[in-house]
């Protein structure tokens, strides 16, 4: 592993101890080279409620930019109202908070979830 990734494991580490004390569900997210991932857990991390992700059929086209991104963030948001989640802990896996990681929170934001 590189050293960029493991300081990113590192931070996203401390973190989550923080997120772990809070009952609320946790968006985390995961960004690849090709595609952009986000999924809902429970407040323990144990079991996955709700994802969503660029590698979906219905995204094909749109993979790993800013309007993917964005999709991802309000289809992700639409899930999880369907399943009576409204308030969530942004976990955003130790990246910065900048650019795509921005946008998927912002979309997820206006689609209705609660940070």
């Not at 323990?44 to 709700?50: E, F, P, Q």
């Not at 994802?51 to 749109?62: G, I, P, W, Y």
């Not at 309007?67 to 992700?76: C, E, H, L, N, Q």
């Amino acid at each position: 592993m590189s050293v960029k990734n493991i300081s990113r494991i590192r931070r996203a580490k401390k973190s989550r101890i923080h997120m772990r004390e809070q009952d609320s569900p946790r968006l985390s997210v995961y960004r690849s080279s090709k595609h952009f991932y986000a999924q809902i857990f429970d407040s323990l991390g144990s079991t996955v409620i709700v994802s969503a992700s660029t590698a979906e059929k219905e995204f094909k086209s749109e993979s790993n930019n800013m309007k993917g991104v964005k999709a991802v963030g309000k289809k992700v948001a639409e899930r999880a109202l369907e399943s009576g989640i409204k308030k969530v802990v942004f976990d955003r896996s130790g990246y910065k908070y900048h650019g795509r990681i921005k946008a998927l929170a912002d979309s997820a934001r206006d689609a209705g979830l609660e940070f």
